[in-house]
């Protein structure tokens, strides 16, 4: 996949918010599921660092994009 979209659904308080965000240019740097595990399992540091760009594993961040106009 291109790993450039991610979906987030989650409870708050009376009920169920699902969050979205797609990059322009990079891609995020997921992690890879434990062998014979269909999901990973992160904190919630570790998930902000992921919304903001850090690649976990190789610690550096996506580009930031700076664009002079908008159409």
């Given at each position: 996949r291109r790993r450039d979209k991610l979906?987030?659904?989650y409870w708050h308080r009376n009920g169920f918010c699902l969050w979205y965000k797609r990059?322009?240019?990079e891609r995020?740097?997921?992690p890879a599921a434990e062998a014979g595990q269909p999901?990973?399992?992160l904190t919630m540091k570790e998930l902000e660092w992921l919304?903001?760009?850090f690649d976990l594993w190789a610690a550096k961040p996506h580009?930031?994009?700076h664009y002079q106009?908008?159409?």
């Open positions: 979906k987030a659904l990059l322009e240019a995020f740097a997921w999901t990973c399992t919304l903001e760009g580009k930031t994009l106009s908008v159409t």
